[in-house]
Antibody, heavy 120, light 110 residues
Framework: QVQLVESGGNVVQPGRSLRLSCAASGFSFNDYAFHWVRQAPGKGLEWVAVISYDGSDKYYADSVKGRFTISRDNSKNTLSLQVNSLRVEDTAVYYC?????????????WGQGTLVTVSS | QSVLTQPPSMSAAPGQKVTISCSGSSSNIANNFVSWYQQLPGTAPKLLIYDNNKRPSGIPDRFSGSKSGTSATLGITGLQTGDEADYYCGTWDTSLSAGVFGGGTKLTVL
């Protein structure tokens, strides 16, 4: 069955970095685009970034542009999000989600999320 | 402030019908497909409607979606207590080259 499992969340100080991962299984990973979506405690969903099926197209929310980098390794069925220069407002549960193409938000499968807490 | 606008909360009695609106613009809803998600407390969002009005396998036909111009609507009929959740609309914004969500609607079934 389709599974997306995030990892890498942690408690970090402002300005530090983290690398989040999303391990996929149960389907053909390189047929899909992948998005990161985050949710701050008690708040709504915020779209973060997307990468195309082959990694050639990437787009970011303005709030993370220049600090976050999305990537994928199709040989390892893994999606990653490098998060640098973390700010308190980046505190959130980060979800990876599958979609058919970059410009679609029909996320049919989501991971369980990984919590990033940015605090001094 | 979310790009897409939803009512923050709605309530209705069991068995009744509710419609949740999602308002956007020409750069997002009007020219892209809309999806709807249900999020129960402590869980990941779940896809309810995609491509404006299609239901994934396993989603009951009590849930429906529609779109007209720059607005979209989620309809839920025969409300059940288990439908109490947060509901989000989402789409792609062509001008921003970014995904966008509504702020979410907390549905109470009382």
């Amino acid at each position: 069955q389709v599974q997306l499992v995030e990892s890498g969340g942690n408690v970090v100080q402002p300005g530090r970095s983290l690398r989040l991962s999303c391990a996929a299984s149960g389907f053909s990973f390189n047929d899909y685009a992948f998005h990161w979506v985050r949710q701050a405690p008690g708040k709504g969903l915020e779209w973060v970034a997307v990468i195309s099926y082959d990694g050639s197209d990437k787009y970011y929310a303005d709030s993370v542009k220049g600090r976050f980098t999305i990537s994928r390794d199709n040989s390892k069925n893994t999606l990653s999000l490098q998060v640098n220069s973390l700010r308190v407002e980046d505190t959130a549960v980060y979800y990876c989600a599958r979609a058919f193409v970059v410009g679609a938000t029909n996320f049919d499968y989501w991971g369980q999320g990984t919590l990033v807490t940015v605090s001094s | 402030q979310s790009v897409l606008t939803q009512p923050p909360s709605m309530s209705a009695a069991p068995g009744q019908k509710v419609t949740i609106s999602c308002s956007g613009s020409s750069s997002n809803i009007a020219n892209n497909f809309v999806s709807w998600y249900q999020q129960l407390p402590g869980t990941a969002p779940k896809l309810l409607i995609y491509d404006n009005n299609k239901r994934p396998s396993g989603i009951p036909d009590r849930f429906s979606g529609s779109k007209s111009g720059t607005s979209a609507t989620l309809g839920i009929t025969g409300l059940q207590t288990g439908d109490e959740a947060d509901y989000y609309c989402g789409t792609w914004d062509t001008s921003l080259s970014a995904g966008v969500f509504g702020g979410g609607t907390k549905l109470t079934v009382l």
